[in-house]
């Protein structure tokens, strides 16, 4: 019952920001848009989009600090970079990330963002499922 409790207030606490960061900045919060305008010259774009990703970032580590953390990643470091680059070019190939299609473009009912994020989502179990039962590398 603890797990859905903090679900449900993880969930509310992202539309929140998410809500939050478009009514500040009229934006949508998409990570790798805001990482794209991190990387851009203008600073006046720069400042939100940085501190939006400071704050995705430094947040677990607060969170760890008052809670005992749930889940253990157990995967290689190496395998982590992989995988974080692999995300990094289906965000570009996908004209955005699962942030932006999955959490604002479904709230704001595109039919684009929808048929990212059922192919982000099979994709993914497509992946998990080749690596585990074909391949039979488990965690």
């Known amino acids: 019952m603890t797990s ?34 991190v990387l851009q010259p203008k600073l ?46 289906g965000t570009r190939l996908g004209s955005g990330c699962t942030s932006g299609h999955g959490i604002c473009g479904i709230s704001r009912l595109s039919i684009r963002s929808m048929m990212a994020t059922v192919t982000f989502m099979l994709a993914g179990i497509v992946t998990v499922y080749v690596i585990r039962h074909i391949i039979g590398v488990t965690p």
């Open 44 to 89: 006046l774009v720069r400042s939100s989009a940085l501190w939006f990703l400071l704050g995705l970032f430094v947040t677990p580590f607060i969170y760890q600090i008052f809670v005992k953390p749930e889940i253990v990643i157990e995967s290689s470091p190496i395998g982590l970079v992989i995988a974080g680059l692999l995300v990094g070019f």
């Open 4 to 37: 859905i409790i903090s679900a449900l207030i993880g969930g509310g606490i992202l539309g929140l920001a998410v809500v939050g960061y478009l009514y500040v900045n009229g934006r949508i919060t998409g990570i790798s848009g805001l990482l794209a305008q």
